[in-house]
């Protein structure tokens, strides 16, 4: 797959405030932040599009989406 936007923000070519990062996903807040806390969590694998991403990468995110959550709550107080 060739390299993107996102790729990029994970291997650090591009600087991003990271939220939260494991082995398998990257959080980091959008730089045009729509409203306050507004995180992106991504997936380390490659993907063309969600519907065309695996599984096991889905279930990283899933088990992910909980951690970011909690702390963009107790960080940004969103409504």
């Known amino acids: 797959?060739?390299?993107?936007?996102?790729?990029?923000i994970i291997d650090g070519d591009i600087p991003s405030f990271k939220v939260y990062e494991n082995d398998y996903v990257y959080a980091f807040l959008d730089i045009s932040q729509?409203?306050?806390?507004?995180t992106l969590l991504i997936p380390k694998t490659p993907s063309p599009n969600?519907?065309?991403?695996?599984?096991e990468t889905m279930k990283h995110i899933g088990e992910a989406l909980p951690i970011v959550a909690?702390?963009?709550?107790?960080t940004f107080n969103p409504d």
């Open 1 to 8: 797959m060739t390299e993107t936007i996102f790729s990029k």
């Open 34 to 38: 729509v409203s306050k806390g507004h």
């Open 50 to 55: 969600i519907y065309e991403t695996d599984a």
């Open 70 to 74: 909690n702390a963009i709550k107790k």
